[in-house]
């Protein structure tokens, strides 16, 4: 039997995204060179996103820090912070902790990695000395997807279903 007393008024609806790994290859943002993006939540309230990210290339993708908690699962390839002895695997799961610096790095002999993330905050871009060379959040991404998404024919308001 379902839940048989009224739902709270101001609560947002359920979001499901079929397809979460996309057919549509427009769904995909590009993010940098053979670097992209899939939007599952953004969260403009509560300050985090919910994204796949797709790498068809190896070498360092990113180095950055953030402010709040990490969480990924890796569904295809694998990748590695320089950082650490550590490498994600398909079906790892890995917890960043705030505040650590860290370098993403797809190995040679990775033909696409795929990992689910879930970011808190923002994702602060440094140097290997810690200089600051640019920063992602929750509103950053919005931009970049209804960009992307006006400019494939999607029409930029295809990224609303996504924000909450």
Not at 38 to 53: A, E, H, I, K
Not at 126 to 155: A, Q
Request: overall charge negative.
């Amino acid at each position: 039997m379902p839940y048989q007393k009224q739902q709270c008024a101001e609560m947002l609806p359920d979001l499901v995204v079929p397809n979460a790994i996309p057919l549509d290859e427009r769904i995909w943002v590009p993010q940098n060179e053979n670097v992209w993006f899939r939007p599952l939540c953004l969260s403009r309230s509560g300050g985090y996103w919910m994204n796949l990210l797709r790498v068809r290339r190896s070498g360092v993708v990113s180095r950055h820090r953030h402010p709040g908690p990490v969480h990924a699962m890796v569904l295809k390839g694998r990748w590695r912070y320089l950082e650490h002895d550590w490498e994600a695997t398909e079906g790892s799961y890995a917890f960043e902790p705030p505040g650590e610096v860290h370098t993403l790095v797809v190995d040679e002999g990775v033909q696409e990695m795929i990992t689910y993330f879930q970011v808190n905050g923002c994702m602060y871009y440094v140097d290997p000395w810690g200089n600051h060379v640019g920063y992602e959040d929750v509103f950053t991404k919005i931009d970049m997807c209804r960009k992307h998404y006006g400019s494939v024919g999607l029409g930029e308001d295809y990224v609303d279903q996504f924000i909450r």
